[in-house]
DNA sequence: CCGGCATATTGATCAGAATCAATAAAAATC
DNA sequence: GATTTTTATTGATTCTGATCAATATGCCGG
């Protein structure tokens, strides 16, 4: 009764699937597909790890609620954030193809999960390769996402690199339905942050004061509030991100499969 | 006369397809359709852009001699590479997702390209889904690979940063057979080096006279030789990646399929 | 409401790396 | 082979951002 199917489906929105609107036409039964294919939702405390460095890791999970962050620690004990995850993003699509995880991942506040194994979802993709293709897609727009973060830390000051950050996460953001035009909640602390910027905490908070006194934006209560973002966009070099559209081919599935 | 094609397939090995078969099975019937992929074969000199930044890139090239860089560069003209491709390495695989390229990439050296464009190949994918989850594992190895450049440049000092970039390319370049043991030829420029870094020339020539005097390594005619690889290792908290296996039901096309 | 702990803010100092500048060496071009 | 251009090396100076340190603010559980 494919018209049951429908129903469910379309009634099933998370923020990943929204996300995949963006680019790829998934119909009504790849979404049931999709569903299925959870095993079961998790919910994480802020604080607590999700995946170790150097422990094997073979789930796919989308989060659902709240956010994440990947990093490594150093010998030295510096830590580095190499990727903050937000509602729709997946956690374990780097670690789950090599035996063990070259990162780990740490819940920055409580979270809500949806996880599905790595081996399940990698046999649907031979039923339906528009699910590998989509797998790509995540992969690739997370390798632009840090190529970008490279740019940032290497070649910008410290004010552009914050700016840049903040914009590029409200974008993401946006994207998932979880900030306003001009304002987002940021509930993660400035070591966070500076552990991402590749800052010390007091450096990013001069930036960060010194962004408010020339009136771009607004902190309070964990809040971030634009007050000029065309200024922000200027000094960070931001162009807000073109999305990526699937290419042509992967629109022809119907034919193809049918 | 599948005899002749496992010939052909067989005789018919390039870097990227050294590459490939250390963490997928691909037959001999395989091989002969990503061969059939090539559209044609280009040569590159030194210095000329393969793609430029803001422009539309539709093709995926397998980089069969040569190097080159992916880079961007900012307004104050600062420029930020952020990789250095190398032999077995594709070009075109994040900017052909999205409608205009985000980077530019430039020959580092004379080229040798297999060219195929995108449209064939992920017509290919819904034929043979393990094109696809090839095309995801490319993706994502690329992504660690900036991941692990984002911690080097945020958190690492800029020897351990030159260190580390030494020890990562040689691994790379030997996974494709094209270094030796304990040596590799490195022909790009102390600039090119420094932009990776995101150093200034001097001071990485500066590192670079350092881990000279430290006896840890011999730079001569465009060629390093490792004299200490273990203390350059110990240095650079290097750790040789893990090289990805591809998850199990990756290795079980052949019953789904069949 | 009270510690106690996490987080934020501000200041002072200092080291490391950028910048500026000059020269040397090597490679490419004619 | 001479000349130009690129690349490498070294030095002197400046300045950014880390580090160390202190204080403030907020937040939580009891």
Partial sequence: MPGTVRK???RWETPFTTRLKHFVDFT???????RRLIEY????EKRRDLV???YPYTKLSFIKEGMAARYKVLRNGKRQIVDVLIPGDVVGLPGSFHDRAAFSVIALTDMKLEVCSLDAFINVCYRRPKFALALSWLAVEHGNHSS??????????????????????????????????????LPISQEVMSDTL?????????MLT???????????????????????EVLAHFQ??????????MQREQELIA
């Fill in 8 to 10: 469910i489906a379309e």
């Fill in 28 to 34: 009504p039964d790849d979404l049931a597909t999709l």
């Fill in 41 to 44: 939702e998790a919910t994480i």
């Fill in 52 to 54: 170790v460095d150097g």
């Fill in 148 to 185: 970008e973060r490279i740019v940032d830390i290497g070649r910008r000051t410290p004010i552009e690199r914050l700016a840049h950050f903040l914009l590029e996460l409200h974008g993401r953001l946006r994207i998932v339905g979880r900030a306003d035009p001009t304002a987002f909640d």
């Fill in 198 to 206: 590749g800052l010390s905490v007091p450096h990013l908070n001069r």
């Fill in 210 to 232: 010194r962004l408010r006194n020339e009136r771009m934006l607004i902190v309070a209560d964990r809040r971030v509030q634009f007050t000029d973002i065309k200024a922000l």
């Fill in 240 to 249: 807000s991100a073109t999305l990526a559209r699937i290419p042509a081919p």
